[in-house]
């Protein structure tokens, strides 16, 4: 009797959910039409998703994180249609940031796996590169379409969308949308002119590093790039000061101890190549570090994807409970809920599943393309709930990526499918995964942003396919410019995601890898967790040379100061951290594609200055704390107080 009451008692609830959610009007409501999938705004969201795709790939590469670009391009597009051709349309704007962040869930899963093939010195054809992405791609849109009503509508009050919420109020608070774009362009002026002045003309170093007196093989140092500085002010001071626990832990604790305990042994200690006593910081990282941090970083995902199992099961488990309901189908579909058909999104599932099993270009057999069918509806569906509660930054697309990477690899080599044929089999198979995932996350947001301001939702999902073709069909170009230029998985573009994959790969297949030391990382970061830290962030800092995580900690110091200086009022925070998020996106922006165009004049045989004209460490440090400055300051701006202190009153 008490479990038939509780299950009426559910129903109910469910029932008043579905009800409060049907009667949201959203800001344009569905009476009325706006200018929304228009040539302009196709054109200028091609535009965003090529720059951002770039962008994002660079960054993800150099220090395997990427930043939402929903919001920038939100801002930029406001700044465009509405500064520049005084287009009053706020869903032409929807569609734009749409498009744009096409590009940067492309880059993301792109990066995240497809370097192991260069790795491998099995460098894929441009066309491989973008057939991987694009079917991935729209798999992701494709999954995720039949899910939007019951998310995205029926959970509209228990399903936040935290980033599709924020682009949401940045377009209704169109009106500053001039002002706003300002600050992107600001930054990515200052972020692109250190950029080009440092590592373009070689003007100035842009790594700086020191020794600590009498505390031998230590080492502190510091890459002094503005993006690094606009990742740490996004990501804040909590996250950024666990990477740099796990860069401390590395270069001033684990390389001393190996250096001293190494020092009177003539013999070479694999899988180094040369006696300890005859290498220095950079030497003992680079033979031994990285496989500690590669398995800290392995372990992490892992850890992370089993505390994610509990919302994984019960996301899943809801999700199918909700297609089962019937109700939603009864509803009068008008303007703002017309879907892409489900008939043509079967057949498109159907044909790309079809296309990836014959396919010569990933070879991955009906078997591959059975697993992608399982796991990418699988994961899309946990991957398109978990963002809606959490953000796209927190799904753990590492996690899941991992776990279908360990079953897919364990399954070929079952089947005889082994050596390098089989390790590239398995991490297409895993790339095509991992982009699905990404894209499924953010056309979530982007659709709870539609859904919000009034958006056309099948207009959306084709915009979102435009920018998974138009980034799709560049990204193989930006991977192969950038391998060339400065090679993937080097120290100029590490690829840390990759490097775990093409370790995940090759242990299952080979076992041939230093166990000892990946095992020493998987330990360490069971000890993170234990201290009640985020494992997998300290492991990327034990990862990557301290000099990355240092910059990163300054812009996490520049985000709590900020945060601390406006604490009495909520809206003043609310509107600084808006500003230089903006700013810091810019940053982050100009000089990923200042990079992007180096490499590509590198790959031109363009002549590029190869030695540097002033070598000293305190004049890049000078122009460094300029940009802090610079970030602080305009954050903290008068302009910004007085107009909170206006809306206040």
């Known amino acids: 009797m008490k479990l038939q009451t509780e299950r009426e008692g559910e129903t ?123 079917v991935g791609g729209f798999l992701g849109v494709a999954m995720m379409i039949p899910l939007r009503r019951l998310l995205i509508v029926n959970e509209h009050e228990t399903l936040p969308y935290p980033e599709g919420t924020a682009c949401a109020e940045v377009l209704i608070s169109g009106e500053t949308g001039g002002k706003s774009a300002k600050m992107v362009v600001y930054g990515f002026l200052a972020g692109g002119l250190v950029k080009a002045l440092g590592d373009g003309f070689k003007f100035f170093k842009t790594e700086i590093e020191t020794g600590i007196y009498k505390f031998k093989n230590s080492l502190i140092g510091m890459d002094t790039y503005p993006a690094l500085l606009g990742v740490g002010y996004i990501i804040g001071p909590r996250i950024s000061g666990q990477m740099l626990a796990g860069g401390i832990l590395a270069w001033l604790v684990l390389i001393p101890m190996i250096g001293f305990f190494g020092a009177g042994d003539a013999s070479v200690l694999p899988p180094g190549d040369k006696p300890i006593p005859g290498l220095d910081p950079w030497g003992i990282w680079e033979g031994y570090i990285r496989y500690i ?55 498109m599932i159907a044909l790309l599943v079809i296309i990836i099993a014959f396919a010569p270009l990933t070879d991955v057999g009906i078997v591959g393309a059975i697993a992608i069918a399982i796991f990418g509806f699988l994961f899309v569906t946990v991957a398109s709930r978990i963002v809606g509660l959490v953000g796209s930054s927190s799904s753990p697309v590492s996690g899941m990526t991992i776990a279908t990477l360990l079953i897919v690899t364990i399954i070929f080599k079952l089947t005889g499918m082994t050596g390098m044929t089989g390790m590239i089999a398995a991490l297409t198979v895993g790339a095509i995964v991992c982009v699905a995932l990404a894209v499924a996350g953010d056309i979530s947001q982007d659709l709870k942003t539609g859904y919000l301001v009034g958006g056309t939702p099948w207009k959306q999902q084709v915009a979102m396919m435009i920018g998974v073709l138009v980034s799709g069909l560049v990204i193989g170009f930006i991977l192969s410019v950038l391998n060339e230029s400065y090679g993937l998985g080097s120290e100029d573009l590490p690829a840390p995601k990759a490097v775990l994959m093409r370790l995940i790969v ?32 300290v492991a990327v800092g034990i990862y990557l040379p301290i000099h990355v995580s240092t910059p990163i900690m300054v812009g996490g110091i520049v985000r709590w100061f900020v945060e601390w200086r406006s604490r009495k009022s909520e809206a003043l925070l609310k509107k600084r951290v808006e500003t230089g998020t903006l700013l810091a996106s810019g940053l982050i922006a100009g000089e990923s594609l200042i990079g992007v165009i180096i490499a590509i004049l590198i790959w031109l045989n363009v002549p590029i200055p190869g030695q540097v004209l002033i070598k000293n460490n305190w004049l890049p440090f000078i122009i460094f704390m300029l940009v802090v400055i610079m970030l602080t300051w305009m954050s903290l701006g008068r302009k910004t107080k007085s107009v909170v202190s206006k809306r206040e009153v």
């Open 293 to 347: 941090g590669a398995g800290a970083v392995a372990a992490g995902g892992i850890i992370t994807l089993v505390k994610s199992l509990p919302m994984l099961f019960s996301s899943l488990a809801a999700t199918l409970t909700g297609l089962k309901r019937k109700d939603h189908a009864k509803v009068t579909l008008d303007r703002t809920h017309f879907d892409i058909p489900g008939f043509w999104v079967t057949v």
């Open 12 to 134: 109910f609830v469910k029932a008043q959910e579905h009800k409060e959610s049907e009667s949201f009007v959203p800001y344009i409501p569905a009476s009325k039409s706006l200018p929304e999938l228009t040539l302009l705004s196709i054109i200028l969201g091609i535009v965003l998703a090529v720059v951002f795709a770039a962008a994002n790939a660079y960054l993800g590469l150099k220090i395997g994180l990427t930043v939402s670009a929903s919001i920038p391009a939100a801002v930029i597009s406001l700044g465009v249609l509405r500064g520049l051709f005084k287009r009053k349309s706020i869903l032409e704007n929807n569609i734009v940031q749409t498009m744009t962040t096409a590009g940067e869930a492309v880059a993301a899963g792109a990066i995240f796996t497809i370097p192991a093939l260069y790795m491998w010195n099995q460098v894929p054809h441009m066309s491989t590169v973008s057939f991987i992405v694009l």
């Open 506 to 537: 090759e242990g299952i297949m080979s076992g041939n890898l230093p166990w000892d030391l990946i095992f020493i990382g998987v330990a360490a970061a069971v000890v993170f967790e234990f201290l009640g830290l985020n494992s997998l962030t």
